[in-house]
């Protein structure tokens, strides 16, 4: 079965420092690869996104992913890390065939601590 | 402004009744689609429409029914066999059914069961 994996439920990092939140996938082929961040009782934002070509993306507030095929991650980075991030990640992926609907992870929530 | 409009924000059941929440968009997209967030779990798809007037079962959609009347419009009915639905359901839409679109989310309605 498909799935996507975050194996961190909850990670704390300082103020400034860098960060990794890790993202893993079961699919039989390339998915469509997506970060949202959801902050406390808000829907979700869009991040970034992944369909081909170069595997490292940008996307908004400074974040970036890097699409690894041969470990099938798709890990969110960031250099430096500011109060304002602390939120919950989600990452989802979803494929062009079959129903074409987005299947997330259970999500990383980040603390910054000043 | 566009975007997805979910209300209420809040909605609070007794057991055994039917409770329904709403999910407007004014974006004109053709796909609709209804999430359950639960702490640790992640978002699970419940339905999905990927046009007006047909809609799909997603991954636990019993106890729950949707309609797809016209394209702004796919609200979602929580019914009384629904044995445990408090959680924050979350309505998205999408241009097309095609995976290289962005997904909008609205701002969530949290539903308890009192």
């Known amino acids: 079965a498909q799935s996507v994996t975050q194996p961190d439920i909850h990670i704390t990092v300082s103020e400034g420092a860098s960060l990794e939140l890790r993202c893993n996938y079961s699919?039989?082929?390339?998915?469509?690869l997506f970060w949202y961040v959801q902050s406390p009782g808000q829907g979700l934002q869009l991040l970034l996104k992944?369909?081909?070509?170069?595997?490292l993306v940008q996307g908004i507030k400074g974040f970036e992913a890097e699409f690894k095929r041969s470990q099938s991650s798709f890990n969110l980075r960031k250099p430096s890390v500011h109060w304002s991030d602390a939120a919950e990640y989600f990452c989802?992926?979803?494929?062009?065939?079959?129903?074409?609907?987005?299947?997330f992870g259970s999500g990383t929530r980040l603390q910054v601590q000043p | 402004d566009g975007g997805i409009t979910q209300s209420p924000k809040y909605l609070f059941r007794k057991e055994g009744q039917n409770v329904t929440l709403s999910c407007e968009q004014n974006?004109?997209?053709?796909?609709m689609y209804w999430y359950r967030q639960d702490p640790g779990q992640g978002l699970r798809l419940i339905y999905y429409?990927?046009?007006?007037?047909?809609?799909q079962k997603g991954d636990i959609a019993e106890g729950y029914s949707v309609s797809r009347e016209k394209k702004e419009s796919f609200p979602l009915t929580v019914t009384s066999a629904q044995k445990n639905p408090t959680a924050f359901y979350l309505c998205?839409?999408?241009?097309?059914?095609?995976?290289?679109?962005?997904?909008?989310f609205g701002q969530g309605t949290r539903l308890t069961v009192v």
């Open positions: 998205a839409s999408k241009v097309d059914r095609e995976m290289n679109t962005e997904a909008f």
């Open positions: 699919y039989g082929a390339t998915p469509y």
């Open positions: 992944y369909f081909s070509g170069d595997t």
């Open positions: 989802a992926v979803g494929m062009d065939t079959g129903r074409r609907a987005l299947t």
């Open positions: 974006l004109n997209h053709d796909a």
């Open positions: 429409s990927q046009i007006v007037n047909d809609f």
